[in-house]
Structure formats: C-alpha cells, structure tokens
C-alpha cells in the first residue's frame, strides 16, 4: 500500500471506506484488547453466529444452484433428462429467510453490544455508573 506525505501540520485523513463500523465501543474494544472482557456471551453468541452462517451458506447455495438449473431446464430439448428448478417464490421465501434471519442477528450483535458497554468490561462493575 503507498503512503502519501501530508502537509506540514496536517492529521492524517482516513477514508470512510476504512472506518470498521463497529457495534461496539472503542471503550469495550479497549477492554478486549487488554483481557479486561467478559468472554462468555460473546462465544455463545460465536456458535449462533457460525450455525446462522452455516444456513445463510445453504440458502445461498440452492438459490444459486437453481439460477443455473433455471438456464439447464429453458434450454434443455429433452426436458425428461433435467430436474426442474423450484419456483421463484420458493427461492424467495428462502431468500427472505435468509435476510430475515440477518436482520435478527443483526439485532442481536447490537443488543450484545448494549450489553458489554454496560456489564462486559471487568473491573468497572463497582466503579458505578460514572461512564453516564
């Protein structure tokens, strides 16, 4: 990556592209970078994150699959010999599934995000509510 020389006195831009748009706090990222984090919630909510992935990945799969098994059937002369795909509204009600479950798990990152500002950083949990 090339760097580009500033001004005299000039703070370093950063592009937008390359903020992380993070849920979480540079207060609780701190934390966890310093093993001041509690860890559990955040691995229960690992193994959710890695079965929902796991689904999403088949969703995606078949909707994919069945986009070329749309092309195999139109074309095929000997319809006999190709399986025909699913119909469009069941790969829609796959796809909204698929964004529908997004959209909850989105919501509960922010919720867990919620959670570790006010509770997850150890050591703060007596110091009281002086972060308000």
């Known amino acids: 990556m090339s760097t580009v020389d500033l001004p005299s006195g000039a703070s370093e831009a950063r592009n937008f592209l390359d903020e992380d748009f993070s849920q979480f706090s540079s207060r609780v990222r701190d934390a966890a970078r310093t093993n001041r984090l509690q860890v559990e919630p955040f691995l229960r909510h690992a193994d959710s994150a890695n079965r929902i992935v796991r689904g999403l990945e088949v969703i995606f799969r078949i ?4 986009l070329v098994r749309e092309d195999a059937f139109a074309f095929d002369n000997d319809l006999a010999n190709v399986e025909p795909p699913l119909s469009r509204a069941s790969v829609a009600s796959l796809l909204g599934l698929g964004a529908e479950v997004s959209s909850r798990f989105a919501a509960e990152i922010e919720e867990l995000s919620g959670w570790a500002e006010e509770y ?12 308000k």
């Open 120 to 131: 997850g950083v150890i050591g703060e949990q007596e110091a009281g509510d002086e972060r």
């Open 63 to 66: 909707a994919g699959a069945n």
